[in-house]
Nanobody
Framework: QRQLVESGGGLVQTGGSLRLSCATS????????MGWFRQAPGKEREIVAA????????YYADSVKGRFTISRDNVKNTVYLQMNSLKPEDTAVYYC????????????????WGQGTQATVSS
């Protein structure tokens, strides 16, 4: 069973930074597209960023372009989300997800999910 485990969430002030990590087990991790999603209270889960298996394909939601950076290390079996210039509206539970095949933005296209990590940005 493939597992995704997120870490790195916490409480920061507006303008601060957090770096989320998603560690995965499974021999084929390097062949999976990875995505970061977030869900705020009372809102739908939405995609934040995604990265293809090679790292050559990237996607960012408009709301995070220029502030967030997704990356992956296929040797360490880990994907990262560097979040800078954080705003209160970035407050959410952040989830790591994996899918085989190319980048997709729909959450239903992802087959494997982590348990989530809370990121809270205070004003």
């Amino acid at each position: 069973q493939r597992q995704l485990v997120e870490s790195g969430g916490g409480l920061v002030q507006t303008g601060g930074s957090l770096r989320l990590s998603c560690a995965t087990s499974g021999r084929t991790f390097s062949m999976y597209t990875m995505g970061w999603f977030r869900q705020a209270p009372g809102k739908e889960r939405e995609i934040v960023a995604a990265i293809s298996w090679s790292g050559g394909g990237l996607y960012y939601a408009d709301s995070v372009k220029g502030r967030f950076t997704i990356s992956r290390d296929n040797v360490k079996n880990t994907v990262y989300l560097q979040m800078n210039s954080l705003k209160p509206e970035d407050t959410a539970v952040y989830y790591c997800a994996a899918r085989s095949g190319p980048i997709r933005v729909a959450k239903d296209a992802y087959d494997y999910w982590g348990q989530g990590t809370q990121a809270t940005v205070s004003s």
